[in-house]
């Protein structure tokens, strides 16, 4: 096929479509840009997107439809927001995205096309764009990413930890629990899926009944009895106070370490890893532990 600029960047509509976009997809990927005159973004995408697909050489070409002219295909494929970008390959919708995008992204979205791209690479960049969504107050755009972050790389914890915790604020601990069940072995020590985990396992504490009245009661009244401490920590936990239980199961370690086979340590190191390792909750309570294990 002709490799000169006209063919690689050309205007295109409805009856051409067909031609232009399906069957020259089977040759190489055909990137289409729905715009109109009367849109701002469209403006500003369509000379950087020209720019981008231009610098390929030839392995992808762009077709530009002014749907307000030719609002035919654009219909068919629900197009409801512009500019709305599609990739075709073999006569087939690929990939796509709305809205104006950073050059970064045109470029990584131009590679996948072409197959240039690092699947792992891209995955940490999602990643970092979905941090930065969440600091921006976008938690939609931040779970868009994640997801597609962990479609390119499955065995990236951090995309997988950051879509289970925006799944956890959405109240699908259900699809969260899933998430972090189907994380493959490499993933299992990560620091983020751990905590994530470790939540879980206070769960059903949470769903318990409070006792702690009765059982503060219990250890106000013998201060030694560390049953009765770990317990009390246990339903602590479960009311969401971390950390006063860190207190009580400091005391216990420092009384009898060994006690019921270092129950009360274990239990400490499962609140740590539910805090999560910025917490000064955790940060403080292994200080602490720290200074009794080692004096």
């Given at each position: ?217 219990k250890v106000a009244a013998s201060p030694d009895d560390l049953d009765a401490r770990l317990e009390l920590a246990k339903a602590l936990v479960g009311v969401g106070r971390n950390a006063e239980a860190v207190d009580h199961l400091i005391y216990s370690v420092g009384k009898n370490r060994a006690h019921n086979g270092e129950a009360a340590r274990l239990f400490l190191l499962t609140i740590f890893e539910a805090e999560g390792t910025d917490s000064e909750i955790s940060k403080e309570g292994r200080k602490r532990l720290s200074s009794i294990l080692y004096?």
């Open positions: 096929m002709p490799d000169t600029a006209t063919d690689i960047v050309k205007d295109s509509s409805d009856t051409a479509f067909m031609v232009d976009v399906i069957e020259a997809s089977k040759e190489v990927p055909v990137i289409v840009d729905f715009w109109a005159p009367w849109c701002g973004p469209c403006k500003q995408l369509m000379p950087r997107l020209e720019k981008a697909v231009k610098a390929a050489g030839g392995k992808v070409k762009l077709v530009k439809i002014n749907t307000q002219e030719h609002n035919g295909v654009s219909t068919q494929l629900g197009v409801r927001s512009i500019p709305a970008v599609y990739a075709f390959k073999d006569g087939q919708p690929v990939d796509g995205f709305i809205g104006a995008q950073p050059d970064t992204a045109l470029n990584e979205f131009i590679a996948r096309l072409t197959g240039e791209s690092d699947p792992k690479e891209e995955s940490k960049t999602l990643v970092a764009r979905a941090r930065d969504s969440l600091a921006a107050g976008d938690p939609g755009g931040a779970a868009q990413d994640f997801a597609g972050a962990l479609a390119l790389d499955d065995t990236n914890a951090a995309a997988r930890a950051g879509l289970a915790r925006l799944y956890i604020d959405g109240g699908n601990d259900e699809g969260a629990l899933q998430l972090l069940q189907d994380a493959p072995e490499c993933c299992l020590d990560d620091p983020e899926i751990t905590a994530l985990k470790s939540k879980f396992d206070l769960r059903p504490a949470a769903n318990a009944p409070d006792p702690t009245s009765d059982l503060a009661a004096a």
